[in-house]
């Protein structure tokens, strides 16, 4: 997954706790840990050793560490082998790899959601 880096504007490197809420308009790779909310408008990229204690709301995701909270996207979340994710997840396209443990929910809705809501449709 490194080479997924390379557009991404943001990058919260292995070693860095954040225990707070963290919001960010452009992509971001997480390799580090955060316990809060995570919203990002842009792709997140969450690396092998990247931990979210916490939601997180974002157009697109790309799981490869661990997440114990629910996602929401806009778009596609892709949970690449070995990721692991105890919660809900909601978005319009899933991609599940060979050896993601998912303890959760899932619902898959054609419609735009509105992530800076309470997950509910985007009125049209």
């Known amino acids: ?49 990247g931990v979210i204690k916490g939601t997180i709301q974002t157009k697109d995701a790309l799981i490869g560490g661990k997440v114990i909270g629910g996602i929401k996207s806009q778009g596609k979340i892709e949970l690449k082998a070995g990721s692991v994710v105890n919660g809900d ?17 899932c619902k898959m809705s054609g419609e735009k959601l509105n992530t800076a809501g309470k997950g509910a449709p985007a009125s049209k």
């Open 1 to 49: 997954m490194r080479e997924v880096s390379r557009g991404l504007t943001n990058i919260l490197t292995a070693g860095t706790y954040i225990k707070g809420n963290l919001r960010a308009d452009a992509g971001i790779r997480i390799d580090g840990m955060i316990e809060g909310e995570v919203i990002v408008n842009d792709t997140l990229v969450l690396g092998k050793t």
């Open 89 to 105: 997840i909601i978005c319009k396209r899933l991609s599940v790899e060979n050896g993601v443990i998912f303890d959760g929910f």
